[in-house]
């Protein structure tokens, strides 16, 4: 007798934001108008936007930030997403609904019998395999190792994917992914979009069955790729839905207190991404930074990276006090934490060797607008830089909007933002930053340019952010639109 397959599931909708502003990826604030549209005297629209409620037999769901993606950013098309041989429905199509299902507490529903992978774990390396592990290991697997002088991602994710087929696939979708967006996407683009898929078939495998610790770190490796596949697919409003799997497993795992090598390796990409996309959004980090593993101290083989580790995770900080406080005001025990941030932020800054803060160098031309040449010994240091600067404007700024200061101080802090304002365009416009620290840049670059007053630099730094998504697939345009509306306040 044939496996009865589940019955047909309802879809349910959810508000997204309106349409304006999924369009320009920015907060909704859901009201009808909206507080953006109103301001701005545009028509406030209502996004449609389906997702399925459960799996099974649905109707093809709009995907989040589909409608907003230019045919030319890469993401392939409805028509081209693959599944099993079989043709299988009942694979999801994210690891959101993945994970969103297999940790319900509902789970218990889960079609098993039907989601068995049709794919077979032989040691067989195609060509084409090859040639995406390499391209990975040249690239992306580098930006992922950028506070890790161990190389875990781009050495020991790829010496893992030869044994564990989860691994194999989420590496050679995301290597295809960055190809098509960066290379060409009518051939690339349905390569990624088949591994992408059998990936996330081996994924429900490994959820429903690991049990080891082994397989264990290896699951949220795979999971941390598949997000990044996803991240680079479709960037936008739905970021919580990407960083969903390795928050779950992060949380389930208990890896602040415990775990293994890559699991912390692992946990280190996602906190840089939960920064990032906390920063594009203005809310706090889904993991709150007291739920972090402990920042490691400073060897001296790897001080750039333990810098770079600790200054994100004070970054983290400031992210959830900035964007966690209420407008109005804020107490002046929420004063002093900001201020006692600061501190922390300068006292580790003042006890890194000289050569992390980046090494002047001789000017042989014009002074650029004030801008000072510095090269750094490995690029873990400027990007650990690049965050420290970006750290101290969002202090001042977070001072400077919630407090009422004397004049005199609100001028020191001006200053001062500028100061590591034109650091940041220094460290990107003459320290021929490696792929890993450009993806570091992009927040970066962003609060730069909002306080640069040249318009020059700030072509420039523009210049940049457009470079980034150009060579590398990292998608920059949420920060150039963010910033043009910002100087059109």
Known sequence: MPTQR???????????????????????????????????????????????????????????????????????????????????????ESTYEIFQHVFSVDNDHLPTSDLRSTITSDNILTEEKAG????????????????????????????????SPLLMHAVCALSANQMSLIQNKYLWGPVSSRFYGQSLSLLINELTKQSSRADGELLLAATILLGSYELLAQPGIDYQRHLYGAQTLIFSRNIGQQGTSLEKAS???????????????????????????????????????????????????????????????????????????VAEIDLAWAGLPSHVR???????????????????????ASAACLYYHMAKILTYEFLLEQTRLPSRQSDDMLRSIGHHARAIASICLFSDLADGALVVAVNPIFYAAKYIPSMALKTRLWGILDRIETRLGFYTRDRQTQLQLELKK
């Open 6 to 92: 589940p019955a047909r599931r309802s879809v349910k909708r959810r508000k997204t934001g309106h349409q304006n502003c999924r369009n320009r990826r920015i907060k909704c604030d859901e009201q009808s108008p909206c507080g953006y549209c109103n301001r701005r005297g545009l028509e406030c629209k209502k996004a449609d936007f389906i997702v399925p409620e459960r799996w099974g037999n649905t109707p093809e769901p709009t995907r989040a930030g589909e409608e907003s993606q230019p045919a030319t950013r890469g993401t392939a098309p409805s028509s081209q997403r693959q599944t099993t041989p079989e043709g299988d429905p009942h694979i999801p």
């Open 132 to 163: 995406l592990l390499r391209f990975y290991q040249e690239g992306i697997g580098v930006w992922m190792d950028i506070f890790d002088h161990s190389h875990t991602y781009q050495n020991d994710i790829v010496r893992y994917s030869l044994s």
């Open 267 to 341: 946990f280190w990409i996602f906190a840089r991404q939960d920064v990032a996309l906390a920063l594009v959004n203005e809310r706090p980090t889904l993991v709150p930074p007291v739920k972090w593993p402990v920042p490691p101290e400073s060897p001296p083989a790897a001080v750039e990276d333990a810098f770079g580790m600790r200054i994100l995770w004070l970054l983290a900080r400031v992210v959830e006090v900035k964007f966690g406080s209420p407008n109005g005001g804020v107490s002046n025990i929420q004063r002093e934490r900001v201020e006692s941030l």
């Open 358 to 380: 980046g090494v002047p160098m001789k000017q042989s031309h014009s002074e650029d607008e004030g801008l000072t040449r510095v090269w750094f010994c490995v690029p873990s």
